[in-house]
């Protein structure tokens, strides 16, 4: 099992540019978050899917955040365009939907905007 | 609103001591809390949550509704334990069903001298 995969690890883009990470979840898991995790700060919830529908989403940009998981399992988050504020650690995150359940993280996305 | 406080951003102790590492809540119902932990280059992972009161790597936590409090302690003190920790709460935000919410406090950098 290799866990919660997300990619890329690394990613270095000029401002304006759009953004775009990728997370696939835990098989079998219906809850998918992305956090947002600033250098020295726990992480901040960007939004919540269960399954295919984002249940939570009031902490997301919608300005210039997105994100979809279509057939609730893979998930995309992109940024358009990415400012220089937006550099962070976007980490995704997957459990099953019981509330006391465990929430499994993957390596998460370290965005750099220049 | 629900929020976790972690008062300590670093805490550095000598091997064999006690640590404790303190977390509060805000919460008007019943929350789940957890402890997580990030160790150096490893992604982010659950330590132990309060509902199993159990002890994982020596580590325990008490949730104390009168004082809103879920500290961490460890009798003695390992160098291998140095690592983030986050304390993390589940609380259902609209009345039950499956619209929760996981809120991370900012975490303590936890470092264990020889």
């Known amino acids: 099992e290799a866990g919660v995969v997300q990619s890329p690890r690394y990613k270095i883009i000029e401002k304006k540019q759009p953004v775009a990470f990728w997370c696939n979840p835990i098989?079998?898991?219906?809850?998918l978050y992305w956090y947002l995790q600033n250098l020295g700060q726990g992480p901040e919830l960007l939004i919540r899917?269960?399954?295919?529908?984002?249940?939570?989403d009031s902490q997301l940009p919608k300005d210039r955040f997105s994100a979809e998981r279509l057939k609730g399992v893979d998930s995309t988050l992109k940024i358009q365009p990415a400012e220089l504020g937006d550099s962070a650690v976007y980490l995704c995150?997957?459990?099953?939907?019981?509330?006391?359940?465990?929430?499994?993280f993957g390596q998460g996305t370290r965005l750099t905007v220049v | 609103a629900q929020r976790v406080t972690q008062p300590e951003k670093l805490l550095s102790v000598f091997k064999g001591a006690p640590v404790e590492l303190k977390c509060n809540y805000s919460?008007?119902?019943?929350?789940?809390l957890f402890w997580y932990v990030q160790y150096s280059r490893q992604r982010l992972q659950l330590l132990l949550r309060?509902?199993s009161r159990e002890s994982i790597k020596g580590f325990t936590a008490d949730l104390n509704k009168g004082e809103t409090s879920f500290h961490l302690k460890k009798p003695f003190a390992q160098e291998e334990d140095s690592a983030m920790y986050y304390c993390?709460?589940?609380?259902?935000?609209?009345?039950?069903?499956?619209?929760?919410?996981?809120?991370f406090g900012k975490g303590t950098l936890l470092t264990v001298n020889p």
């Open positions: 995150a997957s459990s099953a939907e019981r509330t006391d359940t465990e929430a499994f």
């Open positions: 098989s079998g898991h219906n809850t």
């Open positions: 899917y269960e399954n295919e529908e984002a249940v939570d």
């Open positions: 919460y008007s119902g019943s929350p789940e």
């Open positions: 309060h509902i």
């Open positions: 993390a709460l589940i609380g259902i935000v609209d009345g039950g069903g499956s619209n929760y919410k996981l809120t």
